[in-house]
Antibody, heavy 119, light 107 residues
Framework: QLQLQESGPGLVWPSETLSLTCTVS??????????WGWIRQPPEKGLEWIGV???????YYNPSLNSRVTISVDTSKNHFSLKLSSVTAADTALYYC???????????WGPGTLVTVSS | EIVMTQSPGTLSVSPGERATLSCRAS??????LAWYQQKPGQAPRLLIY???TRATGIPARFSGSGSGTEFTLTISSLQSEDFAVYYC?????????FGGGTKVEIK
């Protein structure tokens, strides 16, 4: 059974870079049918798509975050990563990683990790 | 960007009753729509994709319908474990976007 797990600092200083990793177990990140994505959810709010990556390194990002987002993949470690630069309090959210079939729906999701931007 | 609007914001339903949730897209998305269920403290779970296809392991009481701009998620007989927040998501075009959610609460 495929499982995803987010990891990274829970607290980030304003103007710094948020860095998270999603480790995939129970399956290969190099499976050609799937892309791998990041979604976030501010406290008590809805879901926002951040971006996706294919095992080859191809990416798509949300234009609202495009200039600040980098998603990368390490197939040897079976994980992919998110970097979000110049963070502000508005970037405080639960960050989820998920698998996406053909850049469509997301399934399954990791349990999520809360990142707070604060000094 | 395609804007997804869900209604109502909150739906109060008694156990055993039927719940009907709506999702509207700001432009046609064909049947490129998914529904998710999110319980407190948990990640979203995929319920429906392709507007009407149930995901693996999803009970038959969940059904989806619609195409174009108007979509519906129906829960035929609400069970205690179904009280949660439900989100729709379009994948017709970039960026992928979600609706604001409908909370289904116990009446």
């Amino acid at each position: 059974q495929l499982q995803l797990q987010e990891s990274g600092p829970g607290l980030v200083w304003p103007s710094e870079t948020l860095s998270l990793t999603c480790t995939v177990s129970g399956g290969s990140i190099s499976s050609g049918d799937y892309w791998w994505g990041w979604i976030r959810q501010p406290p008590e709010k809805g879901l926002e798509w951040i971006g996706v990556i294919y095992y080859s390194g191809s990416t798509y990002y949300n234009p609202s975050l495009n200039s600040r987002v980098t998603i990368s993949v390490d197939t040897s470690k079976n994980h992919f990563s998110l970097k979000l630069s110049s963070v502000t309090a508005a970037d405080t959210a639960l960050y989820y990683c998920a698998r996406t079939y053909g850049n469509n729906w997301f399934d399954p999701w990791g349990p999520g990790t809360l990142v707070t931007v604060s000094s | 960007e395609i804007v997804m609007t869900q209604s109502p914001g909150t739906l109060s339903v008694s156990p055993g009753e039927r719940a009907t949730l709506s999702c509207r897209a700001s432009q046609s998305i064909s049947n490129n729509l998914a529904w998710y269920q999110q319980k407190p403290g948990q990640a979203p779970r995929l319920l429906i994709y392709g507007a009407s296809t149930r995901a693996t392991g999803i009970p038959a009481r969940f059904s989806g319908s619609g195409s174009g701009t108007e979509f519906t998620l129906t829960i035929s007989s609400l069970q205690s474990e179904d009280f949660a927040v439900y989100y729709c998501q379009q994948y017709n075009s970039w960026p992928l976007t979600f609706g604001g959610g409908t909370k289904v609460e116990i009446k």
